[in-house]
T-cell receptor
Framework: DVKVTQSSRYLVKRTGEKVFLECVQD?????MFWYRQDPGLGLRLIYF???????EKGDIPEGYSVSREKKERFSLILESASTNQTSMYLC?????????????FGAGTRLSVL | AQKVTQAQTEISVVEKEDVTLDCVYE???????LFWYKQPPSGELVFLIR??????QNEISGRYSWNFQKSTSSFNFTITASQVVDSAVYFC????????????FGSGTKLNVKP
């Protein structure tokens, strides 16, 4: 069974803190993604990765960075958290087939920055 | 530019009613993929269907059916005889023309099915 696991369901941080959101997949997928979900805006892509140590910016990368040291793990980093980064963060993974690959999602991390 | 519009923010129905969720997309490309995902209260998006732009055949899966019309750039989703378990947020998504891995999501439609 496909499994994408996000380390925390809920997280509360203070403004200025460095925040790490972790995502692990057990499907040996090459592609991994980080999205942000806000009411009325749907899901917006922050960063994605095609392979270990490779990353590409999505539509809203400002204020975020990522790390992919191992194939199964993709981390989202907020270098200095701000209140406008309070949101639901979703991780996904997929296997490249060149035909509109199905993305499999984790349950999300709801981050509150105070 | 790719864009997906789900104009219905929230829909409420009574159990056993049929309900259609609308999805309109914009793209200049001839090859693309469309998706529907369900997000129950647990938070995890669950894949429902993928359709490529060359396949306009409608699809039925149990109580779910999808109507893909390229002429109107729509990919609508109908739930027949809705059930309380169908309550969720539903997202429509469109693939990027240069990178089929990359999706553009609509803003989602929240469906409330009341007993």
């Amino acid at each position: 069974d496909v499994k994408v696991t996000q380390s925390s369901r809920y997280l509360v941080k203070r403004t200025g803190e460095k925040v790490f959101l972790e995502c692990v997949q057990d499907m040996d997928h090459e592609n991994m993604f980080w999205y942000r979900q806000d009411p009325g805006l749907g899901l917006r892509l922050i960063y994605f990765s095609y392979d270990v140590k490779m990353k590409e910016k999505g539509d809203i990368p400002e204020g975020y960075s990522v790390s992919r040291e191992k194939k199964e793990r993709f981390s989202l980093i907020l270098e200095s958290a701000s209140t406008n980064q309070t949101s639901m963060y979703l991780c996904a993974s997929s296997s490249p087939t060149g035909q509109g690959d199905i993305q499999y999602f984790g349950a999300g991390t709801r981050l509150s920055v105070l | 530019a790719q864009k997906v519009t789900q104009a219905q923010t929230e829909i409420s129905v009574v159990e056993k009613e049929d309900v259609t969720l609308d999805c309109v997309y914009e793209t200049r490309d001839t090859t693309y993929y469309l998706f529907w995902y369900k997000q129950p209260p647990s938070g995890e998006l669950v894949f429902l269907i993928r359709r490529n732009s060359f396949d306009e055949q409608n699809e039925i899966s149990g109580r779910y059916s999808w109507n893909f019309q390229k002429s109107t750039s729509s990919f609508n989703f109908t739930i027949t005889a809705s059930q309380v378990v169908d309550s969720a947020v539903y997202f429509c998504a469109l693939s990027d023309p240069y990178n089929f891995n990359k999706f553009y999501f609509g803003s989602g439609t929240k469906l409330n099915v009341k007993p």
